[in-house]
């Protein structure tokens, strides 16, 4: 975990509102930046993620921005849902070796 | 069915005792990996089967085992229980060893007193 850095820790937003996730990396042999979202007794689910070929994507309400040179990608969720509330993780890998997670970011959006 | 079905869903366990989780793949699936997620933490990798053989194991020490079986469900047993273990044990499977097609499971709660 020490390998991959996420913040901000929690973040609370208001319905509506753009609350965006950042997560730094070390390993430039990573070629997968996907972001989990899990609630809670429940496991991770994917929720999106990138290939280092593109800087940005977008499906329905949540981007991407991946910015290679600074080793960095961010989860933006647009027009924010109460139903949104979840931690959600960034995990960076590379193929066939194990997802590495960063320590998760507890997104509450209030109505 | 699909999806990936772990068992127990919660479990309380005294400190020397040993424990075994199951989880079943989703269909189609041949590789489970395990992961443990302690309180308020990310996921951490154990380790990964593949055609019931170990493919990759994290920075866990050997007291951590798993097996594969030929349906390519999968047990993680772990021996000497200590505290620190109590937390969630995540299963996922996916079809190869390559993890773009996770799929994780609801998790066992391990509570070790």
């Known amino acids: 975990q020490q390998q991959v850095k996420q913040s901000p820790q929690s973040l609370i937003v208001q319905k509506g509102g753009i609350p965006i996730i950042n997560c730094a990396y070390e390993?430039?042999?990573?070629?997968?930046f996907p972001w989990y979202q899990q609630f809670p007794g429940k496991g991770p689910a994917l929720l999106i993620a990138?290939?280092?070929?593109?800087s940005e994507k977008k499906e329905g309400r949540f981007t991407i921005s991946f910015n290679k040179s600074a080793k960095q990608f961010s989860l933006h969720i647009m027009d924010s849902q109460p139903g949104d509330s979840a931690t959600y993780f960034c995990?960076?890998?590379?193929?066939?070796?194990?997802?590495?997670f960063g320590k998760g970011t507890r997104l509450s959006v209030i109505a | 069915e699909t999806g990936v079905t772990q068992s127990p869903t919660h479990l309380i366990k005294t400190r020397g005792q040993q424990v075994t989780l199951r989880c079943s793949s989703q269909?189609?699936?041949?590789?489970v990996s395990w992961y443990q997620q302690a309180l308020g933490q990310g996921p951490q990798f154990i380790f990964q089967?593949?055609?019931?053989?170990?493919?990759g194991r994290g920075n866990f020490p050997p007291r951590f085992s798993g097996l594969q079986f030929p349906n390519y469900s999968s047990e993680l047993n772990v021996n000497a229980l200590e505290l620190d273990d109590s937390a969630l044990y995540l299963c996922?499977?996916?079809?190869?060893?390559?993890?773009?097609?996770?799929?994780f499971g609801s998790g066992t709660r391990l509570t070790v007193v």
């Open positions: 996922a499977s996916s079809l190869g060893t390559e993890i773009y097609g996770y799929t």
């Open positions: 269909s189609g699936h041949n590789t």
């Open positions: 995990a960076p890998s590379r193929g066939n070796t194990p997802l590495v």
């Open positions: 990138i290939r280092p070929d593109v």
């Open positions: 390993n430039t042999a990573f070629d997968y």
């Open positions: 089967y593949y055609r019931e053989e170990e493919n």
